[in-house]
């Protein structure tokens, strides 16, 4: 059955003045999905003008964008950064489906559809939709944003949603709060008790060990060894450990900061090998401190090699707009250790060397992000001292891992890759 042609248009905005940056064009036609941008006059008149996206130059003109697989998105970028990606779309879908049960005159969702079902609260990023209206999609007057103490009836409602045993009243729940970010694992977006925007992430029904606590050890460990990480801590309401994580594409006084992946960064496909070299090209060219964030990058890649974080893929990084058309590496997030995987990296080192499998690739790899040899190696030792508190940090009241959840995570931290680390300390 082939149906009309959709065709949906929205103006897309930026910050909280909701400044005019374009239009964004969504089409269906049969199957096929795809979207059209262009920049506004006055953007490209505007002082504060930038390319939001690596794949829209500042120009005028029309640039259309078609997925090039069922896994990418048919939007520009740094539109796809801020849609749903398996956990919201999941929630998205089921309600759909048992809307779609009561009126079968429903359509199936689009691409549209989802992008256009993010809260505009608590859209990652500054970037912002509006419709014809005049409304921002989607408007968050009809869903108040979670305070710390609903956490409880949200990880319960999406523990049923992962069970399969929703009802259309806790999808109804879900919808704007847990819809909000992309991501796999099941989360909401929550108020911290000094309002700040924050994520709260739960257990999963398919996890082995204590992932929650596993998530927010990894990233106290980062900033523990000097590296920026996001903040965090567990929150237990209700019975349900919550990782609840501060956003940082929103500052202190509550302004949205652009955002970019480094998937986005690299303009990549999902299923796309891709290395850190690239990144480190990339940050060259368009980052604010370019010698910092290679380091940082470096030390982040030592990190996660020796505490096993081997989901590394590239959206799993994140870039924060930093005025002039520049940009920094965000904090780190999304850190696991994985006490039973190999320790093998998702994102290449180099195109040349492939996975990270081993120290002596990140010290060889070294100068390539500005640092010698010589230095890299004290760096790594340096950094392994610090790995080696990771037990304390464990037990510690914000992270509350017990001693034998520390034993499960123990071979995530203590290996023979860590010894070597620690013997480069003279
Ligand atoms: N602290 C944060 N501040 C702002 N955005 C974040 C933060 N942490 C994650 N994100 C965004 O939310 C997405 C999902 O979060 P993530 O922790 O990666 O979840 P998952 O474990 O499901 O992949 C990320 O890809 C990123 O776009
Ligand atoms: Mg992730």
Same mark, same amino acid.
């Given at each position: 059955?082939?149906a009309?042609?959709?065709?949906?248009q929205?103006?897309?905005?930026?910050?909280a003045?909701?400044?005019t940056?374009?239009?964004l064009t969504f089409?269906r036609?049969?199957r096929?999905?795809?979207?059209?941008?262009?920049?506004?006059?006055? /953007?490209l008149?505007? =002082?504060?003008?930038?390319e @939001?996206s690596p794949?829209?130059?500042l120009?005028?003109?029309?640039?259309t964008?078609r997925?090039?697989?069922?896994?990418?998105s048919? %939007?520009?970028f740094?539109?796809?950064d &801020?849609a749903?990606?398996?956990w919201?779309?999941?929630?998205?879908?089921r309600?759909?489906?048992k809307?779609?049960?009561e009126?079968?005159?429903?359509t199936?969702?689009?691409?549209?559809?989802y992008l256009?079902?993010v809260?505009? %609260?608590?859209?990652?990023?500054a970037?912002?939709?509006?419709?014809s209206?005049?409304e921002f999609?989607r408007?968050?007057?009809?869903?108040?944003?979670?305070q710390l103490?609903?956490?409880?009836?949200?990880?319960?409602?999406?523990h049923?949603?992962e069970?399969g045993?929703?009802?259309?009243?806790?999808?109804?729940?879900l919808?704007?709060?847990a819809?909000?970010?992309?991501?796999?694992r099941?989360k909401c977006?929550?108020?911290e008790?000094?309002?700040?925007?924050a994520i #709260?992430?739960?257990?999963?029904?398919?996890d082995? =060990?204590?992932?929650?606590? #596993? $998530?927010?050890?990894?990233? =106290?460990?980062?900033a523990?060894?000097g590296?920026?990480?996001?903040?965090?801590?567990v929150?237990?309401? $209700?019975?349900a450990?919550v990782?609840?994580?501060?956003r %940082?594409?929103?500052s202190?006084? #509550?302004?949205?900061?652009?955002?970019?992946?480094?998937?986005?960064?690299?303009?990549?496909r999902?299923?796309?090998?891709r290395?850190? &070299?690239?990144?480190?090209d990339?940050?060259?060219?368009i980052?604010?401190?370019?010698?910092d964030?290679l380091?940082?990058l /470096?030390r982040?890649l030592?990190?996660n090699?020796?505490?096993t974080?081997?989901?590394d893929?590239l959206?799993?990084v994140?870039f924060?707009?930093?005025?002039d058309?520049? /940009?920094?590496?965000?904090?780190?997030?999304? @850190?696991?250790?994985?006490?039973d995987k190999a320790?093998?990296?998702?994102? /290449?080192?180099?195109e040349a060397?492939?996975?990270?499998t081993?120290?002596?690739?990140?010290?060889t790899?070294?100068?390539?992000?500005?640092?010698?040899?010589?230095e890299? $190696?004290?760096?790594?030792?340096?950094?392994?001292?610090?790995l080696?508190?990771w037990?304390?940090?464990? $037990?510690?009241?914000?992270v509350?891992?017990?001693?034998?959840?520390?034993?499960?995570f123990?071979?995530?931290f203590?290996?023979?890759?860590?010894r070597?680390?620690l013997?480069? @300390?003279?």
């Amino acid at each position: 059955m082939s149906a009309r042609p959709l065709r949906q248009q929205v103006r897309v905005v930026i910050g909280a003045k909701a400044l005019t940056v374009g239009q964004l064009t969504f089409v269906r036609d049969d199957r096929r999905e795809y979207s059209g941008f262009s920049y506004a006059s006055e /953007w490209l008149r505007s =002082r504060d003008s930038f390319e @939001v996206s690596p794949d829209l130059p500042l120009r005028a003109g029309f640039v259309t964008r078609r997925a090039p697989s069922d896994l990418d998105s048919p %939007f520009p970028f740094a539109l796809a950064d &801020t849609a749903p990606d398996a956990w919201a779309a999941r929630v998205i879908k089921r309600a759909h489906a048992k809307r779609r049960a009561e009126d079968p005159t429903l359509t199936p969702l689009t691409a549209f559809d989802y992008l256009a079902s993010v809260d505009d %609260f608590s859209r990652l990023g500054a970037l912002r939709l509006v419709n014809s209206q005049g409304e921002f999609l989607r408007s968050s007057t009809q869903h108040r944003t979670p305070q710390l103490l609903d956490l409880g009836k949200i990880a319960a409602a999406a523990h049923k949603v992962e069970a399969g045993n929703d009802t259309a009243a806790d999808l109804a729940y879900l919808l704007g709060k847990a819809t909000s970010l992309g991501g796999l694992r099941p989360k909401c977006t929550v108020l911290e008790e000094d309002g700040a925007l924050a994520i #709260g992430k739960f257990a999963s029904v398919n996890d082995e =060990r204590s992932i929650v606590r #596993g $998530e927010v050890l990894a990233l =106290r460990v980062l900033a523990h060894a000097g590296s920026q990480a996001a903040r965090a801590r567990v929150v237990t309401i $209700e019975g349900a450990d919550v990782a609840v994580i501060r956003r %940082f594409d929103r500052s202190s006084d #509550g302004a949205r900061v652009p955002y970019l992946s480094g998937g986005s960064l690299l303009q990549s496909r999902r299923d796309e090998d891709r290395a850190y &070299t690239e990144l480190a090209d990339a940050i060259r060219r368009i980052g604010a401190a370019p010698a910092d964030d290679l380091r940082e990058l /470096w030390r982040r890649l030592v990190i996660n090699f020796l505490i096993t974080n081997v989901d590394d893929h590239l959206w799993n990084v994140g870039f924060l707009y930093a005025g002039d058309g520049k /940009w920094r590496l965000a904090p780190a997030f999304d @850190v696991n250790p994985f006490p039973d995987k190999a320790r093998e990296s998702k994102t /290449w080192l180099s195109e040349a060397s492939g996975p990270i499998t081993s120290l002596e690739q990140l010290l060889t790899e070294a100068p390539y992000f500005g640092l010698a040899r010589a230095e890299a $190696e004290q760096a790594a030792g340096a950094i392994a001292l610090k790995l080696a508190h990771w037990r304390q940090i464990a $037990e510690s009241e914000d992270v509350g891992l017990n001693g034998a959840e520390l034993a499960e995570f123990a071979p995530a931290f203590e290996h023979d890759d860590a010894r070597a680390a620690l013997a480069l @300390v003279h």
